[in-house]
């Protein structure tokens, strides 16, 4: 698995290069951001890592009735990124994302 990271995001000047590489990716995981919209809204996979009280659009169980493509994951506790972190790592290991 190759894993590609925010330092070559200079070479994406616009949205619609940004698609076309987020289209060749195998999946995404992302923090609620532009990417993580975009990346739902074009149909990859997509592991969003979200604080507990996250925005409407990301439904409130593990699914997201927006993004088909997206697993939501939330924290339990306010400020807790490490749990987070853990079942999204988790997720990846089993390449889970997909549905």
């Given at each position: 698995m190759s894993v590609h990271d925010h330092r070559?995001?200079?070479?994406l000047p616009d949205f619609m290069e940004t698609a076309a590489c987020i289209a060749n990716l195998d999946a995404?995981?992302?923090?609620?951001?532009?990417?993580?919209?975009?990346t739902g809204a074009l149909?990859?996979?997509?592991?969003?890592?979200?604080?507990m009280w996250s925005e409407w659009?990301?439904?409130?169980?593990?699914?997201s009735p927006w993004y088909a493509s997206a697993v939501p994951v939330r924290q339990t506790e306010p400020g807790d990124w490490g749990s987070v972190v853990g079942k999204v790592a988790a997720i990846v290991a089993r390449r889970d994302w997909r549905r």
């Amino acid at each position: 698995m190759s894993v590609h990271d925010h330092r070559n995001a200079h070479f994406l000047p616009d949205f619609m290069e940004t698609a076309a590489c987020i289209a060749n990716l195998d999946a995404v995981v992302s923090v609620d951001t532009s990417v993580a919209n975009l990346t739902g809204a074009l149909g990859v996979p997509l592991v969003a890592m979200l604080p507990m009280w996250s925005e409407w659009r990301w439904g409130f169980g593990d699914r997201s009735p927006w993004y088909a493509s997206a697993v939501p994951v939330r924290q339990t506790e306010p400020g807790d990124w490490g749990s987070v972190v853990g079942k999204v790592a988790a997720i990846v290991a089993r390449r889970d994302w997909r549905r």
